[in-house]
């Protein structure tokens, strides 16, 4: 049955560009669904409003997001090596649209990793900014969170409920007791490529959960290029190396 009778797109009132209409004091909420990119910032806050792990990392991670996103969406792809423009036609989030414009334009055969490192321009402040426009997220009291330096921010209750599913989907996955969507995998492969993880499915074996996640990545050319790029600054100057001989290990 049709809760939204007063829609036609599908049985669930969601339009074509995933927004879905819920119910906020009795009346009808339009909210736009998250786009990777914008689940994984969620997921990266910790309970003292600071982001997890260094911040070079999750710019890198956001933006690898990015990439993964329009792949899901078919507007980009990756072959022999190097990513190609599948379809230029805008996506209905700005975040995404601007890397795909910016892909676009571009013209040049260029690898994962090249653009996981160009699109981290500002990719926190937008992705925030974002975030908090949309009611996903508040940047909290300065009583709360006195001590700590740096911005903090707070999840919303529509953040909370965007993190569950995120959280649920994960999960369900890390279990590998049945299929794995393409968009759902490429999330766990973000969260594999990143070490989040165990830290993000803390009910189950740490190890089952990296390897799951692990196995995932392999499968997802964004994930991939955000592993190696996470591997060479861990490693310092002998980066590229270390990062080769790591990944050898892991495959």
């Known amino acids: 049955m049709n809760p939204f009778p007063h829609l036609t797109d599908g049985n669930t009132g969601c339009t074509s ?8 004091l009795g009346y009808y909420c339009w909210v736009t669904a998250l786009s990777l990119t914008e689940e994984l910032a969620l997921l990266a806050l910790c309970e003292d ?7 070079e990392y999750l710019d890198l991670g956001l933006a ?10 078919e507007k980009l792809d990756h072959v022999q090596g190097n990513v190609v ?43 925030i900014a974002k975030l908090t426009r949309d009611e996903q997220l508040i940047q909290a009291s300065r009583k709360r969170f006195s001590l700590l330096p740096g911005g903090r921010y707070q999840v ?15 999960r369900l996955a890390a279990l590998g007791t049945g ?29 089952d959960v990296d390897r799951q996640f692990t196995t995932m990545r392999r499968s997802f050319w964004s ?4 592993s190696e ?20 290990l892991n495959d």
């Open 156 to 170: 919303t209750t529509l953040g909370e409920s965007s993190l569950t599913e995120a959280r649920q989907s994960l």
């Open 85 to 127: 423009v599948r379809s230029a036609e805008p996506t209905s989030n700005p975040l995404n649209d601007a890397a795909l414009r910016e892909v676009e334009q571009d013209r040049k055969p260029r690898a994962p990793r090249h653009w996981v490192v160009r699109l981290t321009k500002d990719i926190q402040t937008r992705v």
């Open 17 to 24: 560009t995933g927004d879905c209409p819920l119910p906020i």
């Open 179 to 207: 299929n794995v969507d393409q968009r759902t995998g490429s999330l766990c492969a973000l969260v594999g490529a990143l070490g989040w993880g165990a830290g993000l499915v803390p009910d189950l074996p740490a190890q």
């Open 49 to 55: 409003g600071a982001f997890r792990g260094p911040p």
């Open 64 to 73: 690898a997001g990015l990439l993964a996103d329009l792949s899901v969406a």
């Open 229 to 248: 790029l996470i591997s060479e600054k861990r490693a310092g100057p002998w980066g590229p190396t270390v990062a080769k001989i790591a990944t050898n």
């Open 223 to 226: 994930a991939s290029a955000l």
